[in-house]
């Protein structure tokens, strides 16, 4: 499995690290409680991955984010 580095870099934008490419999520960061609303449909608009990838990604930020960054992303 390849590493999948992510980070919320402002309060409306996911940056994910993943297979040697950096892609760029717009989103919403709400403080109370710390939750990330990402773009699902700017992460299909994305070429280069496959829908196998992009499942791949978003299930494992949804269930790694809150217990490693303390901001809870849904892909919505």
Same mark, same amino acid.
């Given at each position: 499995?390849?590493?999948?580095? =992510?980070?919320?870099?402002?309060?409306?934008?996911?940056?994910?690290? =993943? #297979?040697? #490419?950096? $892609? @760029?999520?717009?989103?919403?960061?709400?403080? #109370?409680?710390?939750? +990330? $609303?990402?773009?699902?449909?700017?992460?299909?608009?994305?070429?280069?991955? #496959?829908?196998?990838?992009? $499942?791949?990604?978003?299930? +494992?930020?949804? @269930?790694?984010?809150?217990? @490693?960054?303390?901001?809870?992303?849904? +892909?919505?």
């Amino acid at each position: 499995m390849e590493k999948i580095i =992510y980070s919320v870099i402002s309060r409306g934008e996911l940056e994910i690290k =993943y #297979n040697g #490419n950096t $892609y @760029k999520i717009l989103g919403e960061l709400i403080f #109370n409680p710390a939750t +990330f $609303y990402a773009d699902l449909s700017a992460l299909h608009k994305i070429q280069g991955l #496959n829908e196998d990838e992009k $499942y791949k990604l978003v299930d +494992f930020i949804e @269930k790694d984010s809150l217990e @490693k960054i303390g901001t809870k992303i849904i +892909f919505d």
